[in-house]
């Protein structure tokens, strides 16, 4: 079964999916795949597509949190493994345990995320449209303006990966906090917008700066199904 999101979703479904994976029991992972797969049985308004796209609630939680999480144990985890998210503020956005081992806490963050968003809007307004936007995150609302007015561009290799290097060095400081101790760091990024940069690569680029974090693993993680996952601790 695909888990990539589809273009119909059901909101009955996706209530279902909150409830079931914020129980105390959580889900396992193939529950978890089932569950997002299915919100296919029934059609999405264009609005609440273009909410999911951009990030807005109710959808939030779901495209920055729940999908690439189960993206990540989908690839490197048993299917019978089991995930709770609290779906709070607290530290943790989901917590994987497998049998006979205590909960480990997964915190996930975006790189270049509001790039995304921009990108979305973008579809709304002209359709089909440049998949990248080479701006970080606090730059003015004005600069993504503009950006999307021009359309698309042709970014060089390097200029993409100066851009994503300096988005996920970003989060990486961000999550440098004792809280962590022992969690798992998943950053999600468009690595297919640098698909010719191997994992030794991202290590020779982000690994030192990941080793010196709380977390007992770091990883990177592209935004669908089948997309790369790359290691740096």
């Not at 049985?41 to 597509?49: C, E, F, Q, T």
């Not at 920055?64 to 943790?92: C, I, Q, W």
């Not at 290590?203 to 007992?216: C, I, K, V, W, Y």
């Amino acid at each position: 079964m695909s888990t990539d999101i589809p273009s119909k979703f059901n909101a009955a479904a996706l209530e279902m999916l909150y409830s079931e994976i914020s129980s105390d029991e959580g889900v396992t992972v193939s529950k978890l795949q089932a569950l997002v797969g299915g919100m296919a049985s029934s059609p999405m308004s264009g609005a609440d597509l273009n909410a999911y796209r951009q990030g807005k609630k109710p959808w939030k939680r779901l495209r920055e949190e729940v999908v690439p999480v189960m993206h990540f144990l989908a690839a490197k985890y048993p299917e019978d493994t089991r995930v709770r998210f609290p779906l709070n503020s607290g530290a943790g956005d989901a917590w994987v345990s497998v049998e006979g081992c205590p909960a480990v806490g997964i915190e996930v963050t975006g790189a270049l995320a509001r790039s995304g968003v921009e990108v979305a809007k973008n579809m709304v307004e002209n359709g089909a449209v440049g998949g990248f936007i080479a701006l970080q995150d606090d730059v003015p609302q004005a600069a993504f303006d503009a950006a999307r007015r021009r359309g698309r561009v042709i970014h060089s290799p390097a200029g993409v990966n100066k851009a994503l290097d300096t988005a996920i060095s970003r989060q990486l400081k961000a999550k440098d906090d004792a809280k962590y101790e022992g969690y798992i760091l998943i950053v999600s990024c468009s690595l297919m917008s640098s698909p010719g940069r191997s994992e030794s690569d991202w290590r020779n680029a982000l690994g030192n700066e990941a080793s010196s974090l709380p977390f007992s693993q770091v990883y990177l993680v592209g935004p669908s199904s089948g997309s790369r996952i790359v290691r740096l601790k």
